[in-house]
């Protein structure tokens, strides 16, 4: 009897211990589910709080995203963030404000840029091309090479442009030195053209309207077959079309066909008559080297910079074609000689030397970033084309 006493008493404490222990787990749940929330909600706002951090760094400091950059972001912790005004543009500003003057940009409207290097002998093709663009709302500057800018002052809209003179410089020089995409990024888009292009069959409205439709990154207008100094099949007109992305040819060294994805045949622009969009050209600013200012092999390498597949985001107008006219004033004219020098020769002989030193730079950067992965490599292209089969299939 006393032994089934006990027997019974201690099944009651046991039954008693289990039930405070599981009352106690019972009564633990809604705390820990507290506790996880708050946990996550700290780790949601820490994340959060980087992010915007990185987002506000990237934005103050535009000119110093690099590592090699020059001044330290930390120079500016001296402002108070709200004062400091990280971009700027090219559009002149009054002396004093009157009711018929702007004030300010109107960043609700698109903006676009025409740039050009330009020298006193080209001055009336250069008027013709300026005029064209100005009918357009466009923003003009002038990279002077020849140092002459007294010369331009009769021409009624040469106030109302931007002039830069540096003497015997290039395109590429100058685009590196004076438009950094944090200058330019209240323009859609950026024109860096030669000055020896005519424009009788071209509109900037109507070739801008074509870009934004077929989503171009960068392009160009197409060179009528007649052009001088045509290199690049893919750069001529095709009459049957208003744009194309690639060409076909099977003729010469380089055959194009369907299996062509890369320039010349494919997702190639030539460096006569590029148009950037705001991103490609953030991406085409940082591919120009500072110290090769001919910018050969450059476009070979800009379709890198379409912010996606260069052979759909790359294109050549049709509808709307220049005239390549090929006149070379930069360092003289083409059959100039100064003190017994050929200044053309020098001049091809410096370009060719500047392309292979590019490509060794390519050649040696891809070396040293062992985390790029080339977007257009062959292997990763066959990958891309076996998910989409893939993908089909599912479908159906």
């Known amino acids: 009897m006393k032994a089934s006493k006990s027997w019974w008493s201690l099944l009651k404490k046991r039954h008693f211990s289990c039930e405070v222990a599981c009352g ?4 633990q749940l809604p705390f820990m589910g507290v506790v996880c929330t708050v946990m996550l909600f700290i780790v949601y706002r820490t994340t959060n709080y980087q992010y915007q951090q990185t987002e506000m760094e990237s934005k103050l400091h535009p000119f110093y995203t690099l590592k090699d950059g020059g001044m330290a972001a930390s120079s500016l912790n001296s402002l108070p963030r709200g004062i400091i005004e990280p971009r700027s543009d090219l559009e002149l500003k009054p ?13 609700g409207s698109s903006h676009n840029l025409l740039a050009m290097p330009v020298g006193i002998k080209q001055k009336e093709n250069v008027d013709t091309i300026v005029q064209k663009f100005r009918s357009e709302n466009f923003t003009v500057i002038l990279f002077h090479y020849d140092g002459n800018v007294n010369g331009w002052w009769d021409l009624e809209w040469s106030k109302e442009a931007i002039h830069i003179v540096a003497h015997n410089q290039t395109k590429w020089w100058f685009a590196k030195r004076f438009l950094h995409p944090a200058v330019v990024s ?21 070739y801008l309207k074509i870009v934004r439709s077929q989503g171009l990154e960068i392009s160009q207008p197409a060179l009528d ?27 010469g060294s380089v055959k194009c066909s369907d299996d062509s994805e890369g320039p010349p045949c494919a997702g190639f622009v030539e460096g006569m008559a590029p148009v950037f969009s705001k991103s490609a050209w953030d991406c085409a600013w940082n591919l120009i080297q500072n110290d090769l200012v001919h910018g050969w092999g450059m476009d070979m390498k800009l379709g890198y910079c379409a912010q996606g597949d260069r052979t759909k985001k790359v294109g050549v107008v049709d509808s709307e074609y220049i005239v390549h006219q090929s006149i070379q004033t930069l360092g003289g004219a083409s059959a100039e000689k100064r003190h017994g020098v050929d200044v053309r020769l020098k001049i091809r002989r410096q370009s060719t030397s500047e392309l292979q030193i590019f490509n060794k730079r390519w050649e040696q950067a891809i070396k040293e970033d062992k985390n790029w992965v080339d977007p257009f490599s062959a292997s990763r292209r066959r990958k891309q084309r076996r998910r989409h089969r893939l993908k089909h299939k599912l479908k159906v």
């Open 24 to 27: 106690a787990k019972m009564k």
């Open 186 to 206: 209240i323009y859609d888009y950026i024109f860096l053209w030669d000055e020896d292009l005519g424009l009788d069959n071209f509109h900037p409205g109507r």
């Open 225 to 251: 077959p007649n052009s001088t100094g045509i290199h690049h099949r893919i750069t001529i007109r095709n009459r049957m079309h208003k744009f194309h992305r690639r060409v076909y040819d099977v003729r």
């Open 95 to 107: 002396l004093w404000t009157t009711s018929s003057s702007k004030s300010g940009v109107n960043l």
